[in-house]
């Protein structure tokens, strides 16, 4: 029997929450919403001061041109505004619209039904485990990228 690998096994995971986020009800409200628009809005919300583009890839672990793409569409879309920033003129600040606080409770609804779809069955101390091996894995791969 072949040895189960990590890789494959986390994609699979992930294509299945993704197709079940495409069902959210957000998401059938507005064409070209992703699970990443998401979770930018609900981090933006968590913040206390300003958030920039930097603090974005930092938080997702994505690039700087991936984050960009990312922003213009949601800005396209009306849920993001970027103003000049009050400290630096160089930076631009990400301020979410009414229509993004609008998709935020929404949201947040979904995202609590699939946390409880997702952890239906697992322990605690199960859901403990798990979350240090992602945490582990998570610094594999980032220390692999300090090496390349």
């Keep these: 029997m072949e040895q189960r690998r990590i890789g494959p096994t986390v994609r699979r995971l992930n294509n299945i929450i993704k197709r079940e986020v495409e069902k959210s009800t957000v998401k059938q409200e507005i064409d070209n ?6 979770w930018v809005i609900r ?6 001061g300003s958030v920039f583009q930097r603090d974005l890839e ?9 984050m960009s793409n990312v922003l213009s569409l949601m800005e396209k879309n009306g849920l993001i505004v970027r103003k000049v920033s009050e400290r630096d003129a160089r930076l631009k600040e ?5 229509c993004a606080l609008r998709v935020h409770e929404r949201a947040h609804a979904d995202m609590l039904r699939m946390e409880q779809v997702l952890s239906e069955g697992i322990s605690p101390e199960e859901l403990e ?3 240090r091996v992602a945490d582990k894995i998570r610094s594999n791969l980032e220390g692999s990228e300090k090496h390349d």
């Design 33 to 38: 919403l992703t699970g990443l628009h998401g």
């Design 129 to 131: 485990v798990f979350f």
């Design 43 to 48: 981090y933006i919300v968590e913040q206390e």
């Design 58 to 66: 930092k938080r997702f672990s994505c690039r700087r041109s991936t």
């Design 94 to 98: 990400i301020v979410l619209t009414e």
